[in-house]
């Protein structure tokens, strides 16, 4: 993780240390408690002219709708990415599930960014104003496991990440 | 009554659940009852620690207490203690579905 960070520069063009942190640690964190992985990468690159940087997250697992078969619950694949962004998880206990919600959250109103995620059969994109796009994907596209991209713009404002993480909407501001 | 210094053991980025996890492990090895985790010098903690911390805290047999929580810890655990409601960021029951 701390190569990771060097490599944002501890998030200082991205929204600040703690809310380029806090995304990185959750979407990383989701990998290892979920995925039940093989190989897993964690991709970044900036883009200077334009301003932005993407971090790709991916990891050859079970994929989120596999995560829920898993556990018995069968639902189709769109509706399985669906949940975990809504904070359903796929282990016990009802104070887990924030990580992604607050993660897109985050990176969408708080940094004004995008991101989208791939597992599986489906995908669901969320641009800056946090809609959704949901996409079914054919056989040929399907993803043998999960991809989630977060593209931030370049910023020097230090964002307060707690109204995001907290899980409360009314208290976000932007 | 023994003191560990979290950073040491673990890092000054508090990330993982299963570092959390970890850390507990090591920390019931110690044969003193009582411990103080102490948090100087910690620079960020994800919700994900935090949540995993105060569950092996839970836990644990051993009277475990904080001393040096650094604001952004404090807030953190905070939040973790006082859940509210999740976003309901997609309702695939108004958004169109498209096929790729």
Redesign the interface.
């Known amino acids: 993780m701390q190569h990771l960070y060097k490599l944002g520069d501890n998030g200082a063009k991205f929204g600040g240390e703690a809310a380029f942190k806090y995304i990185l640690n959750e979407l990383v964190d989701n990998i290892y408690e979920h995925s039940k992985f093989t190989e897993a990468f964690v991709m970044a690159q900036t883009y200077p002219k334009i301003k932005f940087i993407e971090i790709c997250f991916f990891d050859n697992g079970i994929t989120i709708p596999g995560s829920f078969n898993k556990t018995g619950k069968r639902v189709d694949d769109t509706t399985a990415i669906a949940e975990a962004i809504n904070g359903e998880s796929t282990k016990p206990g009802t104070e887990r599930g924030y990580g992604l919600g607050s993660s897109i959250q985050l990176a969408t109103k708080g940094l004004n960014g995008q991101v989208l995620i791939v597992s599986a059969g489906a995908a669901i994109q969320f641009n800056e104003c946090q809609t959704p796009t949901v996409f079914d994907l054919t056989e040929q596209k399907r993803l043998n496991g999960t991809l989630v991209s977060v593209k931030i713009p370049f910023t020097d404002e230090q964002v307060d990440i707690y109204p995001y993480v907290e899980g409360r909407p009314s208290k976000v501001l932007k | 009554m023994k003191e560990i210094s979290i950073t040491r053991v673990v890092?000054i980025?508090l990330?993982?659940?299963?570092t959390a996890n970890a850390f507990f492990n090591e920390l019931e090895r110690y044969k003193e009852k009582n411990i103080t985790v102490n948090f100087k010098g910690v620079?960020?903690i994800?919700?994900?620690?935090a949540?995993q911390y105060l569950?092996n805290k839970k836990n644990s047999e051993k009277i475990i207490s904080e001393t040096n929580i650094p604001d952004?810890v404090e807030?953190?655990f905070q939040?973790?203690e006082n859940?509210?409601?999740?976003?309901?960021?997609?309702d695939?029951q108004t958004?169109?579905?498209?096929?790729?």
């Open positions: 890092s980025d990330a993982l659940r299963n620079k960020s994800s919700r994900s620690f949540h569950e952004n807030k953190m939040v973790v859940p509210t409601r999740k976003y309901q960021l997609v695939l958004v169109c579905i498209q096929t790729l």
